[in-house]
């Protein structure tokens, strides 16, 4: 009684009083708890540009294959440069930082399939090779088989090609994908040497005669 006494308001509404209680413990923390994390989450999202915002999103949402500059990366001080969010993809990071320090247009040009000219030539090293051999074995095996002899996605050991043969033409292949065909664009996922080294490996794949080998799709290409 004495206890309540202490703690009660003056104040009374129609006979209801009010006792002047502390704030539960475990209300408190939560507050605190929520305070730290207010702070975890402006570094991970604002300042170190690790995680998704919405308008990175948004643009993968309405283009899959959508990437600004894909090795426009630049990091806060450079810190943390190889850490990447699990959902990362360079496609949709383009912060208002990135595109302050890259100065200008240089950071919305967009570079699609039909814009870029580049000539892709093979690595042929053997450490590229098995590099490229490993990207394959963990991204491509499910739909183009493990030895290449394809299955949801075609044989790329044979002398037949739906886009093209060749080191440029499996490159683009690679990098941009076809979305709409099930072959996603690779490069919001692998890095531009990365690409090299699987598109350089799966030129290797050419003649192994794997088991089971998928039908042919696409234009004998004689010269390869
Ligand atoms: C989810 C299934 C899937 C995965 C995973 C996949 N592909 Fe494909 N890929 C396809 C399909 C389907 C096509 C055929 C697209 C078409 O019909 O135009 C294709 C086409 C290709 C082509 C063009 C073949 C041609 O005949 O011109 C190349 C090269 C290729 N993929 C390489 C790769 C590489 C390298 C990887 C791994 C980094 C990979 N693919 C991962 C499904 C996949």
Redesign the pocket.
């Known amino acids: 009684m004495s206890e309540n006494q202490d703690k009660l308001l003056s104040h009374d509404y129609d006979g209801i009083r009010e006792l002047d209680n502390d704030l539960p413990r475990w209300w408190v923390w939560l507050f605190y708890l929520c305070i730290i994390w207010s702070v975890l989450y402006l570094l991970y999202f604002h300042v170190f540009h690790i995680g998704y915002l919405s308008a990175d999103e948004y643009n993968k949402e309405m283009d899959p294959t959508y990437v600004r500059v894909s090795e426009a990366d630049l990091k806060f001080w450079g810190v943390l440069d190889e850490y990447h969010s699990p959902l990362f993809n360079p496609a949709g990071d383009m912060t208002p930082r990135k595109a302050l320090l890259m100065k200008g247009e240089s950071a919305f040009a967009v570079v699609t399939r039909e814009s870029d000219t580049t000539t892709y030539v093979a690595l042929t090293d053997e450490e590229s090779i098995a590099a490229g051999k490993k990207?394959?074995t963990q991204?491509?095996v499910?739909?183009?088989g493990t030895f290449g002899e394809g299955g949801?996605?075609?044989n790329?050991t044979d002398d037949?090609?739906?886009?093209?043969?060749g080191m440029t033409?499996?490159t683009k292949?690679?990098m941009y994908?076809?979305p709409s065909?099930?072959?996603?664009s690779?490069r919001g996922f692998?890095k531009p040497e990365q690409i090299l080294q699987?598109?350089s490996?799966?030129l290797t794949l050419r003649g192994t005669n794997p088991p089971n080998p998928k039908a042919p799709?696409?234009d004998l290409v004689a010269e390869q």
């Open positions: 990207i394959f991204n491509c499910s739909c183009h949801i996605g075609p790329l037949y090609w739906l886009h093209g043969a033409n499996v292949s690679v994908g076809y065909k099930g072959m996603i690779w692998l699987v598109a490996y799966v799709q696409g």
